[in-house]
């Protein structure tokens, strides 16, 4: 028997000041360029934690 599993993946557009997952301000809040204002969290680098996981 084969057992069906299946995800989903959705992808939104958020409207807020700060990032989801890091301290970052929002680029598009203050008319910079799409990734302007980031660090090593919100651009995935490796070993790179998002907050509340730091310790
Ligand atoms: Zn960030």
Same mark, same amino acid.
């Given at each position: 028997m084969v057992k069906l599993k299946c995800g989903l993946e959705i992808h939104a557009y @958020?409207?807020?000041k700060e990032k @989801?997952?890091?301290k970052c301000?929002?680029?598009r809040e203050?008319? @910079?360029a799409p990734?302007? @204002?980031i660090c090593p969290t919100c651009t995935g680098m490796p070993g790179a934690k998002p907050m509340g996981c730091l310790g």
């Open positions: @958020l409207v807020t @989801l997952f890091c301000k929002a680029s203050r008319g @910079l990734n302007t @204002l």
